[in-house]
């Protein structure tokens, strides 16, 4: 079965380009996450999907960052004007149902770098 | 505000020294404990999840316990591809359903 897929694996791009990540979660899953990794703060929750709608989006700037899942079966991160401290590795995760109990699976993410 | 506290940061072990991770959280109303293991370069991979203290699951050398305060991830006679970083996340559910927080993670090198 496929997993999580993401794209594109590495980004390097100069400050103020815009980036857009994109992720197919498995197919059948309901839920899709995207997380920011960096040395400093670990794994931190950027927003969440929940059958496409925005369930909560408290990690994101706001100001930079927008997500969108216009089909079940795919989702972009885009950030605009990318800045130095963006770089980081992004990942996309999904799960299925409505229990917390889920498992999340995850993609093996973008490593971005913004110069 | 919900945390998760991983120690130690880095484990050195030789092959067939067993040890134990820990896990420590305050996620209020717990409605999950989650392990995770991250290979270099790769995704989060998904170990286990525990649901209620006294809980207790197995996979291979792995072995996850938790009690109300804690979790333990025991690893007993590791081999040198036990080597990656271990990651739990709570989950606090409810209205918070999917906000898992993450701790730093451990380092576990196991040497030949």
């Known amino acids: 079965d496929a997993g999580v897929i993401q794209s594109p694996r590495h980004e390097v791009t100069e400050m103020g380009q815009e980036v857009t990540l994109r992720c197919k979660p498995i197919s059948g899953h309901d839920y899709l996450f995207w997380y920011r990794q960096t040395m400093m703060q670990g794994l931190e929750l950027l927003v969440y999907?929940?059958?496409?709608?925005?369930?909560?989006d408290s990690g994101m700037p706001k100001d930079r960052f927008s997500a969108k899942m216009p089909n079940a079966s795919f989702s972009t991160l885009k950030i605009q004007p990318s800045e130095p401290r963006d770089s980081a590795v992004y990942f996309c995760?999904?799960?299925?149902?409505?229990?917390?109990?889920?498992?999340?699976?995850f993609g093996d993410g973008t490593r971005l770098s913004i110069l | 505000e919900d945390q998760v506290t991983q120690s130690p940061e880095a484990l050195r072990l030789q092959e067939g020294e067993s040890s134990s991770l820990n896990c420590s959280y305050t996620?209020?109303?717990?409605?999950?404990l989650f392990w995770y293991r991250q290979d270099p370069g790769k995704g989060p991979e998904f170990l286990f999840t525990?649901?209620?203290a006294g809980e207790e699951k197995e996979k291979e050398r792995l072995k996850a316990t938790l009690t109300k305060k804690e979790s333990f991830l025991h690893i007993t006679a590791p081999k040198p591809e036990d080597s990656a970083t271990y990651l739990c996340?709570?989950?606090?559910?409810?209205?918070?359903?999917?906000?898992?927080?993450f701790g730093q993670g451990t380092i576990l090198t196991v040497h030949p």
């Open positions: 525990l649901y209620s």
């Open positions: 996340a709570g989950n606090a559910g409810g209205t918070s359903y999917g906000k898992l927080t």
């Open positions: 999907f929940n059958n496409k709608a925005v369930m909560d």
């Open positions: 995760a999904s799960s299925w149902g409505q229990a917390s109990n889920q498992p999340q699976h």
């Open positions: 996620v209020s109303g717990l409605r999950g």
